[in-house]
């Protein structure tokens, strides 16, 4: 059972070029999400999907695309990457079930943006 | 909106001095999770606390859930060096419970 497997681990970036992080889980969660994570700060929500063909944007969704063509997949795009975008992301899925409700992380990706 | 906050932003103790992070919620949460990031890692699930004033113990940890079910707290025993990192609570949205809404963490260092 492998989780939450996101890719690639790091990554540099120059500025205006754009990429794509992936994100996939094999645990049949409907609810996925994409947080970014500044030194020293918490989780700050990028997008969120509730389930196929379903996203929402979260507090901090601008120079980021998603989309949720399968429930396995949850990729997040940076259009045009910039400084301001150096940061670890962090790809979660989550299920609630009888009252029991937990998140699962991926590693992460350390994105460094030059 | 629904908010989570929690306090400390970061607390620095040392070596077998006890740490307390406290969680608070502006809307009643059906339960309560906490994880734990160490560093350079990812978040990982600690526990979850479902009832109205439960007290659950993971060896030295002590997670606790209020009587309002709007705030919770987590206390170390003698903290240690694997201690180390940010803990982070969580509860669900209100909207649907499998979108969870996290605090904004404590950081925990320790002095050996």
């Known amino acids: 059972n492998a989780g939450v497997t996101q890719t690639p681990k790091f990554q540099v970036l120059k500025t205006g070029q754009s990429m794509t992080l992936q994100c996939a889980q094999d645990m049949n969660h409907e609810y996925m999400s994409w947080y970014r994570q500044d030194p020293g700060m918490g989780l700050r929500l990028i997008h969120y999907?509730?389930?196929?063909?379903?996203?929402d944007q979260g507090e901090v969704p601008n120079g980021y695309n998603v989309s949720r063509s399968t429930t396995e997949d949850f990729p997040l795009r940076l259009l045009s990457a910039a400084p301001s975008q150096t940061s670890v992301y962090f790809c979660?899925?989550?299920?609630?079930?009888?009252?029991?409700?937990?998140?699962?992380f991926g590693q992460g990706t350390r994105l460094t943006v030059v | 909106g629904q908010q989570v906050m929690q306090i400390p932003q970061y607390q620095h103790v040392q070596e077998g001095e006890d740490f307390t992070t406290y969680c608070n919620s502006s809307t009643t949460l059906s339960n309560i999770q906490w994880y734990k990031q160490r560093p350079g890692g990812h978040p990982v699930f600690l526990i979850q606390?479902?009832?109205?004033?439960e007290v659950k113990k993971q060896k030295r940890l002590t997670f606790q859930f209020g009587e309002a079910k709007k705030n919770s707290s987590l206390h170390i025993t003698a903290t240690q060096t694997t201690d180390v990192g940010t803990y982070f609570c969580?509860?669900?949205?209100?909207?649907?419970?499998?979108?969870?809404?996290f605090g904004s963490g404590t950081r925990l260092s320790i002095r050996p």
């Open positions: 969580a509860g669900p949205r209100y909207s649907s419970a499998s979108k969870i809404i």
């Open positions: 999907s509730v389930g196929a063909g379903i996203t």
């Open positions: 979660a899925s989550s299920y609630s079930d009888r009252g029991r409700t937990e998140a699962f």
């Open positions: 606390l479902v009832k109205s004033g």
